[in-house]
């Protein structure tokens, strides 16, 4: 019999305004890893690390930074809107999210949204 | 497959798993087949502790790598991924020479520079660095899953 796999991944896809959208969410004990795909690619890679300090009683504080593509202020913006409650409901793990989308516009980051939470791993 | 606005085709992200034992340990390995490359994912614990990315291209003869998360000292994840992303290159270019000859089309170059033959090959590789000797016999079965399973990837 094959060993079970260590590494738990859910994954879902939809259309959002008729563009086919896809997302892979993948639970690691010190990293939750989310794909949110247009394109089938990981595609701008962003880490969403929340700021550990202690005590501190006001809104929970995080760092994003663009590991790999383009560094433009609306991945950051769009990477924290997308991917902090993941983060918050993971016990504060930090969060991998390769972005690629066709559209990333506000309206639609709800859906986006909603597809996340249905992958949950965490 | 699926064909989105503009016309360009997405394929379907999928996963595949695999365990092996080597030298006494239970090695586990986790693909994401992606558009135009694969991530893996190797280890016997489920912690990201390395990724590295390789780009191979028609342009270049050795694929060029760099390393995104983890310790830069240790080669292994970004060599690993430039090794592997050579054989995915070449898989897709047979695939597609293959491809090629079934169509017999006279227009083969036009239909050559279509084709994208950029390949990503995103590894993170999770393993105790103090035996070279395990990291050897771990390519070597990833090696022989790529080629049992050409599709996976």
């Known amino acids: 019999m094959a060993p079970q796999p260590v590494i738990r991944s859910r994954q879902t896809e939809k259309s959002i305004n008729g563009i086919p959208t896809q997302v892979v969410c993948t639970e690691f004990s010190n990293y939750i890893f989310i794909v949110l795909t247009q394109y089938g690619k990981i595609g701008t890679l962003v880490s969403i690390t929340p700021d550990t300090r202690s005590g501190e009683i006001s809104l929970p504080m995080f760092t994003t930074r663009v590991l790999l593509g383009k560094d433009e202020p609306l991945t950051h913006v769009y990477a924290k809107n997308v991917a902090m409650f993941v983060s918050q409901e993971s016990g504060n793990r930090p969060v991998l999210l390769g972005l690629s989308l066709k559209d990333n516009s506000a309206e639609t980051m709800k859906d986006v949204k909603d597809m996340i939470k249905a992958c949950q791993v965490w | 497959m699926e064909t989105a606005l503009n016309g360009d085709s997405v394929e379907p992200i999928t996963v595949h798993d695999f365990s092996e034992k080597v030298l006494e340990q239970l090695v586990h390995f986790h693909v994401m087949k992606l558009s135009g490359g694969f991530f893996l994912w190797i280890g016997s614990e489920p912690v990201l502790s390395s990724l590295a990315l390789a780009v191979s291209s028609k342009h270049d003869a050795m694929p060029l790598s760099t390393l995104v998360l983890g310790d830069p000292s240790d080669t292994t994840p970004s060599s690993l991924a430039q090794r592997l992303s050579k054989i995915c290159f ?64």
């Open chain 2, 90 to 153: 070449n898989q897709s270019i047979q695939c597609f020479t293959a491809e090629v000859q079934c169509h017999q089309s006279a227009m083969t170059s036009s239909f050559f520079s279509a084709k994208k033959t950029k390949k990503q090959v995103f590894v993170s590789y999770n393993l105790p660095l103090t035996n070279s000797n395990l990291a050897l016999l771990v390519e070597n079965r990833i090696k022989k899953e790529m080629e049992l399973h050409p599709d996976k990837f």
